[in-house]
């Protein structure tokens, strides 16, 4: 039985899956990271790299942690490479059906005593846990954005969740010196659960004419002391992970005070959906964000 994480398999190299292998591997854990994309490892090994460098800048690391950490991090595009971790996080996309079907690729390679854990920021633990081979052995395992940055991971059990998987989990995760805010199993848990409605009714005011762009970011950074505007946030989040939590609080809770805006709905259409793809509320093509509306 795992009685103490030593090995993190990490599921997605994009920006929580590497920030999730940084922490980890600057923490002392061996880490492997897999993604089925080559290009996606690449490119999160960069992202790692670079954002080491600049903790180093800060004086929060030294070189030697950099070096060390690095020497840590195994990458695969080959899902067999996490048969032998302790604990493996699952950080693709949040689309329940693409999580379920990295489940049921990853489950039968995984020891039967490994843990698996998902980093879904709204999607209900009990029913993804269902779609493996180890209820008990899941849980929720929500970093916030950026990993390396934030400070709070929210730990979330299902309704099979073990005593045991929780307390290994709370003890890998406190080993990344994060804190911890445990959550009921209820749509979004609880930083989305209060921070989308508020990005939403943000999106409605924009829809509404209430005000432009760059006077709701202003009035919310000055007038309610938030570092940086909703709309600046959602675009920093993505418009289509800010589109699915609202249609999981929507249907999960079937109060139409979720109802996600259809201005919302119309950027993620378009296409437009924040900083990934240089469009959102703003245009990040040039060299200084310029509001789209």
């Given at each position: 039985m795992v009685?103490?994480?030593?090995?993190?398999?990490?599921?997605?190299?994009?920006?929580?899956g590497n920030g999730i292998a940084h922490v980890s591997a600057l923490s002392g854990f061996d880490v492997v990271l897999h993604d089925i994309d080559q290009e996606r490892i690449d490119s999160g090994l960069a992202s790692i790299n670079g954002n080491?460098?600049?903790?180093?800048?800060?004086?929060?690391?030294?070189?030697?942690?950099?070096?060390?950490?690095?020497?840590?991090i195994k990458t695969s595009n080959d899902v067999a490479a996490l048969s032998d971790a302790d604990l493996v996080?699952?950080?693709v996309s949040e689309n329940e059906q693409v999580k379920r079907k990295v489940f049921q690729s990853v489950c039968p390679i995984l020891r039967p005593d490994a843990i698996l854990?998902?980093?879904?920021?709204?999607?209900?633990?009990?029913?993804?846990?269902?779609?493996?081979?180890?209820?008990?052995?899941?849980?929720?395992?929500h970093f916030m954005n950026p990993v390396p940055v934030m400070e709070l991971v929210e730990l979330v059990r299902g309704?099979?969740?073990?005593?045991?998987?929780?307390?290994?989990?709370?003890?890998y995760t406190l080993g990344l010196n994060k804190t911890i805010a445990v959550s009921e199993d209820f749509p979004a848990f609880m930083v989305n659960r209060i921070l989308l409605p508020m990005?939403?009714?943000?999106?409605?005011?924009?829809?509404?004419?209430?005000?432009?762009?760059?006077?709701?970011?202003?009035?919310m950074r000055l007038g309610a002391n938030h570092p940086m505007g909703p709309l600046q946030l959602a675009d920093f989040i993505g418009l289509d992970t800010c589109l699915s939590i609202m249609q999981v609080l929507y249907e999960g809770l079937a109060d139409s005070k979720y109802r996600p805006c259809p201005l919302l709905v119309k950027y993620v259409e378009a296409g437009w959906l924040g900083r990934k793809t240089q469009r959102g509320f703003y245009d990040y093509r040039g060299e200084v964000p310029v509001p789209t509306r």
């Open positions: 009685v103490e994480v030593k090995k993190v398999g990490v599921i997605g190299a994009g920006q929580m080491m460098a600049r903790q180093i800048s800060k004086g929060t690391i030294t070189e030697e942690d950099r070096d060390l950490a690095l020497t840590r996080v699952e950080a854990g998902t980093n879904t920021s709204s999607i209900s633990i009990t029913r993804l846990a269902s779609a493996t081979d180890r209820p008990e052995k899941f849980i929720g395992i309704i099979a969740t073990s005593d045991e998987t929780f307390e290994i989990s709370k003890a990005i939403n009714e943000a999106i409605y005011t924009l829809y509404e004419g209430v005000g432009s762009v760059e006077a709701i970011d202003t009035a």
